[in-house]
T-cell receptor, first 112, second 112 residues
Framework: DAKTTQPTSMDCAEGRAANLPCNHS???????VYWYRQIHSQGPQYIIH???NNETNEMASLIITEDRKSSTLILPHATLRDTAVYYC?????????????FGGGTRLMVKP | ETGVTQSPTHLIKTRGQQVTLRCSSQ?????VSWYQQALGQGPQFIFQ???????GRGNFPPRFSGLQFPNYSSELNVNALELDDSALYLC???????????FGAGTRLSVL
């Protein structure tokens, strides 16, 4: 699986959009971009994933660049409960070797 | 709510002992993966089971073993516990042909 690079930490004001970047310059054509987050002492929570088109769901939006070498997770109106570690993961479609390879993630702190 | 339940939530063992951690998931979640998360790090893949057979393993020694049962529950067994085994152990499950893994809240194991 391709490696990803994320900033170690970010701050965001409550109510503002949080934009979390991820670089994955060695991504392969069949690899998806996944985002999970982990609130302190809980299990990782799935947020969103995509292949090459931008995606949006009730939690967030995922913007993938045209060359697919980077992406941005957008939380449109961050709340204090969005404070968590956010992991960007690149992985091939399901098959043998189902694992998710977690890096260090970005620690997002939402401040009042 | 992911429908993935892990037990116990916390556990304290001493070095050299054996431990069994349990995970139950929703009907139809045929794939289960186990991860170890040391303090301050991202989760690390231990192994995966599909239809009761191991079909993927990370860089963990044989004293980490598992079982998956027909009722969509599974176990992680660790023999000869070492101090470095102290971590949060996470279970993740998914349905066939679905690209999303759902995590439980984890079991926090402390080895003294």
């Amino acid at each position: 699986d391709a490696k990803t690079t994320q900033p170690t930490s970010m701050d965001c004001a409550e109510g503002r959009a949080a934009n979390l970047p991820c670089n994955h310059s060695t991504i392969s054509g069949n690899e998806y971009v996944y985002w999970y987050r982990q609130i302190h002492s809980q299990g990782p929570q799935y947020i969103i994933h995509g292949l090459k088109n931008n995606e949006t769901n009730e939690m967030a939006s995922l913007i993938i660049t045209e060359d697919r070498k980077s992406s941005t997770l957008i939380l449109p109106h961050a709340t204090l409960r969005d404070t968590a570690v956010y992991y960007c993961i690149v992985r091939a479609p399901e098959g043998a070797g189902n694992m998710l390879t977690f890096g260090g993630g970005t620690r997002l702190m939402v401040k009042p | 709510e992911t429908g993935v339940t892990q037990s116990p939530t916390h556990l304290i063992k001493t070095r050299g002992q054996q431990v069994t951690l349990r995970c139950s998931s929703q009907s139809g979640h045929n794939t289960v993966s186990w991860y170890q998360q040391a303090l301050g790090q991202g989760p690390q893949f231990i192994f995966q089971y599909y239809r009761e057979e191991e079909n993927g393993r990370g860089n963990f020694p044989p004293r980490f073993s598992g079982l998956q049962f027909p009722n969509y529950s599974s176990e992680l067994n660790v023999n000869a516990l070492e101090l470095d085994d102290s971590a949060l152990y996470l279970c993740a499950t998914r349905r066939d042909r679905e690209n999303i893994q759902y995590f439980g809240a984890g079991t926090r194991l402390s080895v003294l």
